[in-house]
């Protein structure tokens, strides 16, 4: 199997801090590799030194394959605010498109379009200033995938998406060819993309052949035989420290290999495998809280004559844990700034109606998914004026007087995350508390608020981190819509697919047993049955979204199938794909009103 990358003997180091020292690895065609290391020990510096944007401090070597295509998925996308969707990608595309004739060219285009609409983007004129962060991450992917490149390098790919994106994406890489080596928390992503997990430990590589699970026991078998053979060294180092002791005189030069090794054994017997890890046990627990949490009395929303809200109604009770879900400008963040009472409708615009009323004794934590504003002059101790605390969250003595720029992300979020559990809150909000923190950091998170005393509300992108907290998930349906399902994100998504094959499944019967009248094909109309619930005008609204429903998964699967062929002009091409993106959204709110009108009628 052919060699595409190789790597010998680089370092990294910032001041006395080494972060990775006299590593290599290789990486065969069709591997696809998670990185993964604690935050601040150097996994965004690799891969900035294989993108060529920074140098080994030990020189080394760095060997791609010859002749592969290879192309680099940053965390932060770097565009030009006036320029539209389509027109930034092609701009950032000349790497790939040098060279190309007229028609190879349109194929390329053509990939660009069918990627921007499988990410929900239908418009490609649309300017990048005016797109979200998860918006903005799709934009940066298609560039990524629509060159069809050999090899993957992704630093952090789901940062910002929702979670219909990462399912795409997860399912693009899981089915693609390609070889792959990306940093990633997300561990749903991660077993359903990868076969190998690499992790950087102390400055070295170690690689795990498998999933996620395998790699945590070959890890606990990596650290126990290491400790096992350090007990070893420390009996021999007895027994040859009584050697050294007794016989004083009997130090010939003769002997002297035998000191040499004894020095080597009191080294190596001094190494003993530790991992510090954030301890959450001594945060102190939330405040006292009373019965009333926050009530929302047939509240709506509108922003730039779009609906976020619409007569939503909800009692929040104690010790409650709900997650958030829907697509990226769906109104999450929105929301959670209303309720919170973070909204000013003098500065921020919009209009609100209804009634969102607090209890007197909720102290309210919330954890932004733009994170805090830092001066960056700041030290880490200016933020934090408690050393014992600090030691705790993984910042130890020696870091105490480091600027806050000179953090990695990850660690900027741990500090973050810890000046928001010194509130002691009792109801905590996390939006997209995920991003950045490494995943031994999130699964001590997770622990800590499975135990948590207050009541929980999350914005997640993060399956895994959602399956583990919640009870059950605001969908966010857009167009104000949100439902309320009960249970996990996992049983959610399996409810939707479910649902989906039996509408095709319907779709499929209702066809074979169309037959002939007067001349014309009927379609076999399926009875439902007497749902005493529903009124008559509602049960002909129901039977009118299952052929609604239908239509629309007919012609998309049509649009679909004509984007596939490669052969439709630019203007068609565009057409189509905006089209796509309308479909999308109409089946979004019909398949809600579906849902709504379903459990009323089952009720």
Same mark, same amino acid.
């Given at each position: 199997?052919?060699?595409?990358?190789?790597?010998?003997?680089?370092?990294?180091?910032? &001041?006395?801090?080494?972060?990775?020292?006299?590593?290599?690895?290789?990486?065969?065609?069709?591997?696809?590799?998670?990185?993964?290391?604690?935050?601040?020990?150097?996994?965004?510096?690799?891969?900035?030194?294989?993108?060529?944007?920074?140098?080994?401090?030990?020189?080394?070597?760095?060997?791609?394959?010859?002749?592969?295509?290879?192309?680099?998925?940053?965390?932060?996308?770097?565009?030009?605010?006036?320029?539209?969707?389509?027109?930034?990608?092609?701009?950032?595309?000349?790497?790939?498109?040098?060279?190309?004739?007229? $028609?190879?060219? +349109?194929?390329?285009?053509?990939?660009?379009?069918?990627?921007?609409?499988?990410?929900?983007?239908?418009?490609?004129?649309?300017?990048?200033?005016?797109?979200? &962060?998860?918006?903005?991450?799709?934009?940066?992917?298609?560039?990524?995938?629509?060159?069809?490149?050999?090899?993957?390098?992704?630093?952090?790919?789901?940062?910002?998406?929702?979670?219909?994106?990462?399912?795409?994406?997860?399912?693009?890489?899981?089915?693609?060819?390609?070889?792959?080596?990306?940093?990633?928390?997300?561990?749903?992503?991660?077993?359903?993309?990868?076969?190998?997990?690499?992790?950087?430990?102390?400055?070295?590589?170690?690689?795990?052949?498998?999933?996620?699970?395998?790699?945590?026991?070959?890890?606990?078998?990596?650290?126990?035989?290491?400790?096992?053979?350090?007990?070893?060294?420390?009996?021999?180092?007895?027994?040859?420290?009584? +050697?050294?002791?007794?016989?004083?005189?009997?130090?010939?030069?003769?002997?002297?290999?035998?000191?040499?090794?004894?020095?080597? /054994?009191?080294?190596?017997?001094?190494?003993?495998? =530790?991992?510090?890890?954030?301890?959450?046990?001594?945060?102190?627990?939330?405040?006292?809280?009373?019965?009333?949490?926050?009530?929302?009395?047939?509240?709506?929303? %509108?922003?730039?004559?779009?609906?976020?809200?619409?007569?939503?109604?909800?009692?929040?009770?104690?010790?409650?844990?709900? &997650?958030?879900?829907?697509?990226?400008?769906?109104?999450?963040? =929105?929301?959670?700034?209303?309720?919170?009472?973070? %909204?000013?409708?003098?500065?921020?615009?919009?209009?609100?109606?209804?009634?969102?009323?607090?209890?007197?004794?909720?102290?309210?934590?919330?954890?932004?998914?733009? &994170?805090?504003?830092?001066?960056?002059?700041?030290?880490?101790?200016?933020?934090?004026?408690?050393?014992?605390? /600090?030691?705790?969250?993984?910042?130890?003595?020696?870091?105490?007087?480091?600027?806050?720029?000179?953090?990695?992300?990850?660690?900027?979020?741990?500090?973050?995350?810890?000046?928001?559990?010194?509130?002691?809150?009792?109801?905590?909000?996390?939006?997209?508390?995920?991003?950045?923190?490494?995943?031994?950091?999130?699964?001590?998170?997770?622990?800590?608020?499975?135990?948590?005393?207050?009541?929980?509300?999350?914005?997640?992108?993060?399956?895994?981190?959602?399956?583990?907290?919640?009870?059950?998930?605001?969908?966010?349906?857009?167009?104000?819509?949100?439902?309320?399902?009960?249970?996990?994100?996992?049983?959610?998504?399996?409810?939707?697919?479910?649902?989906?094959?039996?509408?095709?499944?319907?779709?499929?019967?209702?066809?074979?047993?169309?037959?002939?009248?007067?001349?014309?094909?009927?379609?076999?109309?399926?009875? /439902?049955?007497?749902?005493?619930?529903?009124?008559?005008?509602? $049960?002909?609204?129901?039977?009118?979204?299952?052929?609604?429903?239908?239509?629309?998964?007919?012609?998309?699967?049509?649009?679909?199938?004509?984007?596939?062929?490669?052969?439709?002009?630019?203007?068609? /091409?565009?057409?189509?794909?905006?089209?796509?993106?309308?479909?999308?959204?109409?089946?979004?709110?019909?398949?809600?009103? +579906?849902?709504?009108?379903?459990?009323?009628?089952?009720?």
């Amino acid at each position: 199997m052919a060699s595409y990358l190789q790597i010998e003997n680089i370092s990294k180091s910032y &001041g006395p801090k080494v972060l990775f020292e006299h590593i290599g690895f290789n990486i065969n065609e069709g591997d696809k590799i998670a990185l993964i290391a604690p935050n601040g020990t150097g996994k965004t510096s690799l891969m900035r030194i294989l993108a060529g944007h920074d140098k080994s401090d030990s020189g080394g070597k760095i060997m791609f394959m010859k002749d592969i295509r290879i192309a680099f998925l940053e965390q932060e996308y770097d565009f030009d605010p006036k320029k539209g969707i389509f027109d930034q990608i092609m701009s950032d595309s000349t790497e790939f498109t040098a060279g190309l004739d007229q $028609e190879h060219l +349109w194929e390329y285009e053509r990939r660009v379009i069918k990627f921007l609409t499988s990410f929900n983007l239908p418009d490609q004129n649309q300017k990048m200033k005016e797109l979200s &962060g998860g918006e903005i991450k799709r934009v940066a992917l298609t560039r990524m995938l629509a060159s069809e490149a050999d090899f993957f390098i992704m630093d952090e790919p789901t940062n910002h998406l929702d979670i219909d994106a990462i399912e795409f994406l997860e399912g693009y890489l899981g089915r693609s060819r390609c070889t792959l080596l990306m940093v990633t928390h997300d561990r749903y992503f991660m077993d359903r993309v990868c076969n190998t997990v690499m992790e950087m430990d102390h400055g070295a590589i170690y690689t795990y052949k498998g999933d996620y699970q395998n790699f945590l026991e070959k890890r606990e078998e990596r650290i126990a035989n290491y400790n096992a053979e350090t007990d070893k060294v420390r009996n021999i180092l007895r027994r040859e420290l009584e +050697w050294i002791r007794s016989t004083p005189c009997a130090r010939s030069g003769k002997a002297k290999y035998r000191i040499d090794a004894f020095h080597e /054994l009191n080294d190596r017997a001094q190494q003993v495998y =530790t991992q510090k890890q954030m301890s959450l046990a001594d945060m102190k627990g939330p405040a006292r809280m009373g019965t009333k949490i926050i009530d929302c009395k047939d509240v709506s929303f %509108w922003y730039d004559g779009v609906c976020y809200l619409d007569h939503f109604s909800y009692k929040f009770q104690r010790y409650e844990k709900v &997650g958030i879900v829907g697509r990226n400008g769906a109104g999450k963040t =929105t929301f959670l700034n209303l309720i919170t009472g973070n %909204w000013n409708p003098e500065t921020d615009g919009g209009r609100m109606e209804g009634v969102i009323e607090r209890g007197d004794s909720i102290k309210i934590g919330y954890y932004h998914q733009s &994170g805090m504003n830092f001066n960056p002059e700041d030290t880490v101790l200016d933020i934090v004026n408690d050393t014992y605390l /600090l030691n705790r969250f993984l910042f130890p003595h020696d870091m105490l007087h480091n600027k806050i720029e000179k953090l990695s992300g990850g660690e900027r979020r741990r500090l973050y995350l810890l000046t928001i559990l010194m509130q002691q809150p009792n109801l905590l909000i996390l939006d997209e508390p995920t991003n950045d923190l490494d995943i031994v950091t999130l699964n001590i998170l997770e622990e800590y608020l499975k135990e948590f005393g207050g009541s929980l509300i999350i914005v997640s992108h993060d399956r895994h981190f959602l399956d583990k907290l919640v009870d059950h998930l605001f969908v966010f349906c857009g167009n104000g819509i949100i439902k309320d399902f009960i249970g996990s994100y996992s049983a959610y998504r399996s409810f939707i697919k479910d649902y989906e094959a039996q509408q095709r499944s319907n779709e499929r019967a209702k066809e074979k047993e169309s037959k002939e009248v007067d001349g014309k094909t009927l379609r076999a109309q399926a009875k /439902l049955p007497q749902k005493k619930k529903l009124t008559w005008k509602e $049960e002909r609204e129901l039977e009118q979204l299952e052929k609604d429903l239908a239509a629309l998964s007919e012609e998309k699967s049509a649009l679909e199938a004509e984007l596939a062929t490669g052969t439709m002009e630019f203007d068609a /091409l565009q057409k189509a794909s905006e089209r796509i993106g309308e479909i999308m959204e109409l089946t979004d709110e019909k398949e809600m009103r +579906w849902l709504e009108l379903s459990e009323k009628a089952e009720a």
